[in-house]
């Protein structure tokens, strides 16, 4: 990586900055064990931490025995909070929904006058001790992660080899305790053995290191690490450990979120019962809990959630969790084991009813049960070999494969649970259906779909097996609840299963998920061709309208839908990075990569026919499920698969200079001109600054007769008065082609047009084809 890499991580105001240091070490598993107090609006608890070095940096830096990102800070003396790591000591203070982990009853009541810890980059918060210590300058190794407004009270290194159960990963070449007691100088060893041994079970073993990720993060400390918070980021060292390879391998943080961080909204939903959930923010899951937020930092984890008695929690997980209950709490427990991008984890508690059908129709669905979720394949059927890490991969399961919907549940605040039964629930199994008709396997074994509060920013956002849609969805009939429940649908694909590499590449999630939301619904509605054709073009037409105006009315280089264009994916030695407008307020609301997107994808498939496009899509699915991917992986399958479009002119690079790489609206080629013009021809009304945007950015003078004709139809139509030179001009040059014109213009029983009408037919019927000329005096006089 070169130097200018480096210096771009001082980023803008509006740009997002990656801080977690991945390039040295990656997070591969999270445990939490997290308490919800609705009095004082916070979460807290624990998160372990199971790294691994990063491959990249071994096979760089080991060869020649290099350190890394080496600092040399000194300590200083501060007060910590006192927040217990102990989950049954957090949960036996607990006597009441009211003292939940009560954290002020530490520190004198200062917790919430803590900053985070923020201090300088020359000084530490202690963990340890109250004393000042110092380091040897440039040599002690320090763990980035990302994290904003939390308060962090104490980060540890766990003890694995005190975990029940773990003598079974202990290697029998290894030397034995002598009472008990490993030496020093091989603890550490023992300890980074029993960690990789659990990273190397093979998937079908999924539930036996589940347990042992379980066991492990119960497991006491054996020593409290150096850290330091900052606006962005939580640094972590061990005093004397100069490189990744001889890091701790599994870590404790002790934590509380604070109520201004924005990764969770507390609120009431629409019957007035408190919740909270994760919003989908800009810094998306950073001021929930510590993690690497890079995507290729792809972790599974676990999760345990106490709330109050009576409260639902739904979360990111492959399983329906039952509560258990310990006085006025309850505890919810859930899993992945699927590695994804900590930013897709997604939680929401409250107190929601599960709508459920009048009839019993749901006997149908394939229970969980009934679906292995491990890679064991005992049939004959030839499956395809996937690309990505190993876990337990539905598309290899052929009882998966063939499931046209997977179990949903859907539940929505108790006032708004009659709509919810009468709209949204009779969609899901249709519209779940319509997907893997398309697509084929369901990338996930199930799906909760939750309606959430009314203060919620968007209509819809997807994450790994839950679904949030809007109250909105659920006025007038059910077409846009179905439109945007399809939508939602398509990120289990695009976006979930298949993200993208660089997070500047929205496009690759919402552009996808907007061009499919029409092919599922056509589907699920069971449209014959030529009805699915019309809705598909009339939702055409309102995308373009609405891209022209987003075009207009934003910023440049907010239109980019591959801003760093050649520089995609590039990050620091280190792994940090930024997300370039990450933060920019009004990002959110535009919906440029949804629109522009659908139109890369349209435009294709114009080049190859529906129908191969969509045999193309399942392909790609099959070939990159479970991986991240950039435009350029998309677009060199498409010209593989389609490799006589080359002879047409059509290559990577014309879509990128067309479309990707640029602001605005892309050049379009004649036809695509027409067919424009002919969808626009059929909206009542375009107003006199669309028509003149029109006819700049396409510059519909200088194109061919056929787009000029469309042009003129436009400008008789909508009375334009400016572009009537246009219409004369195309009435004495193109006369076999104007005679369609000469009728709209009286028809359309305007006394100026008429009177244009009159003046060019007297100017050129000497000079008419006899023929022409008798037509044409018939329609005026």
Request: aromatic share 10%; with cysteine; glycine share 6%.
């Amino acid at each position: 990586m070169n130097e200018n890499t480096e210096s771009a991580l001082d980023p803008n105001e509006d740009d997002l900055p990656l801080m977690a240091n991945t390039g040295y070490m990656l997070v591969r598993h999270y445990v939490l064990d997290l308490a919800v107090n609705f009095n004082r609006k916070v979460i807290n608890g624990t998160i372990v931490l199971f790294l691994e070095t990063n491959q990249a940096y071994k096979n760089v830096y080991d060869s020649v025995g290099t350190g890394c990102c080496p600092h040399s800070q000194a300590l200083f003396e501060t007060e910590q909070p006192g927040l217990s790591c102990n989950p049954t000591a957090r949960v036996a203070a607990c006597s009441s929904v009211d003292k939940i982990c009560n954290l002020s009853k530490h520190n004198g009541g200062r917790v919430a006058n803590i900053n985070s810890c923020n201090h300088s980059n020359k000084e530490w918060a202690s963990g340890i001790s109250g004393t000042r210590e110092h380091c040897s300058d440039g040599e002690d190794f320090v763990l980035v992660l990302d994290c904003c407004d939390l308060v962090v009270s104490k980060v540890e290194e766990v003890n694995v080899i005190a975990a029940a159960g773990i003598e079974k990963l202990i290697r029998m070449d290894m030397p034995k305790p002598e009472n008990g007691i490993y030496p020093q100088r091989l603890q550490s060893d023992v300890q980074r053995s029993i960690v990789d041994d659990i990273f190397g079970l093979a998937a079908e073993r999924w539930q036996e290191q589940h347990y042992y990720y379980l066991q492990c993060s119960q497991a006491p400390g054996c020593g409290e690490l150096q850290f330091q918070t900052d606006m962005w980021s939580l640094k972590i060292k061990k005093l004397g450990i100069q490189t990744p390879k001889d890091f701790p391998r599994v870590l404790r943080i002790c934590y509380e979120t604070k109520l201004e961080g924005v990764s969770v909204r507390w609120t009431k939903d629409q019957s007035g019962r408190p919740c909270v959930y994760t919003a989908g923010s800009p810094i998306n899951n950073r001021a929930l809990f510590p993690c690497q937020e890079p995507p290729e930092a792809m972790a599974t984890w676990q999760a345990s959630v106490w709330a109050p008695k009576g409260s639902l929690v739904l979360m990111s997980g492959e399983n329906c969790a039952e509560p258990s209950h310990n006085g006025a709490l309850s505890n919810w427990s859930y899993y992945v084991t699927m590695p994804m991008p900590a930013s897709t984890f997604t939680i929401a508690v409250g107190y929601w009813v599960e709508v459920k059908p009048e009839c019993t129709f749901r006997s149908q669905i394939p229970s969980p049960s009934s679906l292995s979720s491990t890679c064991t394949n005992k049939s004959s059927v030839s499956l395809p070999s996937c690309g990505h890490s190993a876990y337990p991969c539905r598309f290899q399961n052929p009882i998966a494969q063939a499931q046209d919907w997977i179990p949903y549940r859907v539940f929505a605040p108790d006032c708004l649970k009659l709509r919810s039964q009468e709209i949204l629930l009779p969609l899901v199994a249709p519209c779940l259906s319509a997907a893997h008709c398309v697509l084929g396997t369901h990338p996930f074994s199930r799906v909760d779909v939750l309606i959430v509060p009314a203060s919620f920013s968007s209509l819809g956002m997807a994450s790994p097996h839950i679904i949030f849609l809007s109250q909105s969805v659920l006025s007038g009939r059910k077409h846009l609840c179905g439109v945007r429940l399809c939508h939602e649908i398509a990120h289990a694909w695009f976006g979930l299963a298949i993200g993208a590499r660089d997070w500047t590449e929205e496009w690759i999630s919402e552009g996808f998920a907007t061009y499919l939301e029409d092919v599922f619904w056509a589907n699920a509605q069971k449209l014959s061709e030529e009805a699915a054709k019309e809705q598909h073009q009339l939702k055409s037409l309102l995308r373009w309208r609405r891209l022209q105006d987003e075009v207009q009315n934003s910023e440049e280089e907010l239109q980019v839908l591959r801003p760093n264009k050649e520089n995609t994916s590039e990050v620091s030695d280190s792994g940090a990075t930024i997300v370039k407008h990450g933060l920019n307020p009004g990002k959110i609301f535009m919906q440029v990569h949804y629109l522009k997107g659908y139109f890369v994808l349209h435009y294709l498939e114009n080049e190859v026919g529906q129908k191969q496009f969509l045999k193309f899509f399942r392909l790609f699915v099959e070939r990159f499920h479970g991986q991240l991917i950039l435009s350029q992986d998309f677009l060199h399958m498409f010209m593989e698969k389609f490799s006589e479009l080359r002879s047409q002119g059509l290559s990577m690079e014309a879509v990128y200079q067309n479309w990707l790489d640029v602001a605005g609206l892309p050049k379009l080629l004649p036809d695509q001109l027409v067919l424009l013009l002919e969808l626009l021809f059929a909206v009542k009304s375009l107003s006199s600054r669309t028509l003149q945007w029109l006819q700049k950015h396409y510059c519909l003078r200088e194109q061919d007769a056929e787009v000029r004709h469309r042009w003129c139809e436009l400008v008789i139509k909508h009375k334009y008065t400016v572009a009537y030179g246009d219409l004369i001009n195309f009435l004495e040059q193109h006369q076999a082609m104007g005679v369609y014109l000469y009728g709209e213009l009286m028809v359309n029983e305007d006394a100026r047009q008429q009177q244009l009408v009159h003046r060019c037919f007297i100017k050129l019927q000497e000079e008419m084809d006899p023929s022409l000329q008798k037509v044409v005096a018939e329609m005026i006089f």
